[in-house]
Structure formats: structure tokens, C-alpha cells
């Protein structure tokens, strides 16, 4: 009898993103709407893009490595 065991690893740049966005949410529920948590919330923002955008590049590259 053979057992297959599946692993789920999350990607880095997920892990990444998911914790910019809650970043995100976190300062938005916190503070008030001054320009310096405005400028916080966009500087995360364009970090979490940044993640999404290396997304499809990361699950292509596991996807050949297991091929």
C-alpha cells in the first residue's frame, strides 16, 4: 500500500502581500486620515503590487521545478 502525502507551501511573495494588506487595514482602522498614515497606507500599497506582480513568476517557476 503506498501513502501520497500533500503540502500546501505558501509562496513568499503571498505571505508578503497578505501581511502589506493587512498592514493596510490595520493602519486605516486605527488613525486618522492625516497625510502621514496616507502616505504609510500608499507606501505599503505599492509594496503589496509589487508582491501580486511576482506571484505569477513564483508559481511558474515551483510549477517547472516540480515538473
Not at 13 to 24: G, M
Not at 49 to 58: G, K, R, T, V
Amino acid at each position: 500500500m503506498t501513502q501520497v502525502i500533500q503540502m500546501a507551501i505558501r509562496q513568499p511573495a503571498l505571505k508578503q502581500t497578505r501581511n502589506l494588506t493587512l498592514a493596510i487595514i490595520d493602519i486605516a482602522r486605527k488613525r486618522e486620515a492625516s497625510a502621514e498614515s496616507l502616505s504609510a497606507i500608499q507606501m505599503l500599497a505599492v509594496e503589496a503590487i509589487a508582491s501580486m506582480d511576482e506571484l505569477p513568476n513564483q508559481t511558474l517557476k515551483s510549477n517547472q521545478d516540480n515538473s
